[in-house]
């Protein structure tokens, strides 16, 4: 099992221009993720999907959109790129059932993303 | 408004040594967990706390949740260059989203041989 994949591993992006940061799971987890990182901030989660067909805003979305294609497969839309998207971006997956089970968040490597 | 804070922020020790991190709410967490990150990967879960007062052991790492369920804490003994990383606490919240964590900013680990 791969676990969680993301694509790309790296990114360097113009202001404005638009990309689609990928995301799946093997695992047959309902729920997935979106986090960014960045230094003294910590993780923050960008967008949400607790099962297949529906998303939610978490902390942080503005700037951002997502798409659960399937039950494997979610992805992040960044339309026009700014400065301020320059972070490491993390999908994350977790088994939906027993309350304390649905909170172990499973994390793919990570996106390097830089916006000049 | 940050809901977890860990301490110390930043901690650089020697091979061998001993350590405590913390993370601390004015929240009550349903559960919470522990996760280590090294440099360029993503973040690892090591354990899920779940009861009040809960201790549990992974080898040399012992990891507690208080007795309120408001904070917790990560016991390092003997300390090796391998359990060099961040280290990130993430609760639970009650009433939240199923599957949403809190997470807090990090406690990064450097042990040096």
């Known amino acids: 099992n791969a676990g969680v994949t993301q694509t790309p591993k790296f990114q360097v992006l113009k202001t404005g221009q638009s990309m689609t940061l990928q995301c799946a799971q093997d695992?047959?987890?309902?729920?997935m993720y979106w986090y960014r990182q960045d230094p003294g901030m910590g993780l923050r989660l960008i967008y949400y999907?607790?099962?297949?067909?529906?998303?939610d805003k978490g902390e942080v979305p503005n700037g951002y959109n997502v798409s659960r294609l399937n039950k494997r497969e979610f992805s992040l839309r960044l339309e026009s790129a700014a400065p301020s998207q320059t972070s490491v971006y993390f999908c994350?997956?977790?088994?939906?059932?027993?309350?304390?089970?649905?909170?172990?968040?499973?994390f793919g490597p990570g996106t390097r993303l830089t916006v000049t | 408004t940050q809901l977890l804070e860990q301490s110390p922020q930043f901690l650089s020790i020697q091979e061998g040594e001993n350590l405590t991190v913390y993370c601390n709410s004015s929240?009550?967490?349903?559960?919470l967990q522990w996760y280590r990150q090294e440099p360029g990967e993503g973040p690892v879960l090591l354990v899920t706390?779940?009861?009040?007062?809960e201790v549990k052991k992974l080898k040399r790492l012992t990891f507690q949740f208080g007795d309120a369920r408001k904070d917790s804490s990560l016991h390092i003994t003997a300390a090796q260059p391998g359990d060099t990383g961040l280290y990130l606490c993430?609760?639970?919240?009650?009433?939240?989203?199923?599957?949403?964590?809190?997470f807090g900013k990090g406690t990064k680990l450097s042990v040096k041989p």
């Open positions: 994350a997956s977790s088994q939906q059932g027993a309350a304390v089970f649905s909170y172990e968040q499973y």
């Open positions: 695992m047959n987890h309902n729920s």
């Open positions: 999907s607790a099962s297949e067909g529906t998303t």
């Open positions: 929240s009550v967490f349903s559960s």
């Open positions: 993430a609760g639970a919240r009650y009433g939240g989203s199923q599957g949403n964590l809190i």
């Open positions: 706390v779940v009861t009040g007062g």
